[in-house]
């Protein structure tokens, strides 16, 4: 049976921004990110500092590419705490 999903904090050492992470309901001791498409926490944050950036009005979200991974994120307190919605490697990357 999935659990309600808990979040983690990991703050970027390279700009002091933290992130949130929700973990899987289907497996508690799994980032989401990690369960669902085999990306990390290092991956989110360099995706963040190095891709472009594009607002989705649709979801309400930021979407962020790079040539080899997709992030899905907004502001929890703007310039200071970002949540995490997803990240995922983009198709034909290695």
């Known amino acids: ?3 309600a999903p808990k979040f983690i ?3 970027d050492p390279a700009t002091g921004i933290d992130f949130v992470f929700k ?3 289907d497996a508690p001791e799994l980032l989401h990110i990690y369960a669902r498409h085999l990306t990390t ?3 989110a944050m360099t995706t963040f500092r190095e891709g472009e950036t594009l607002w ?3 979801h309400r979200r ?4 790079t040539a ?3 992030l899905y994120w907004f502001w929890l307190e703007r310039g200071v705490r970002v949540m995490v919605v997803s990240c995922f490697r983009e198709e034909g990357a290695d």
């Open 62 to 65: 930021f979407e962020t590419y």
């Open 9 to 11: 904090r990991r703050t």
């Open 56 to 58: 989705d009005a649709t």
């Open 1 to 3: 049976m999935p659990q």
């Open 23 to 25: 973990t899987d309901p």
């Open 68 to 70: 080899t991974h997709g």
């Open 41 to 43: 926490v290092q991956d």
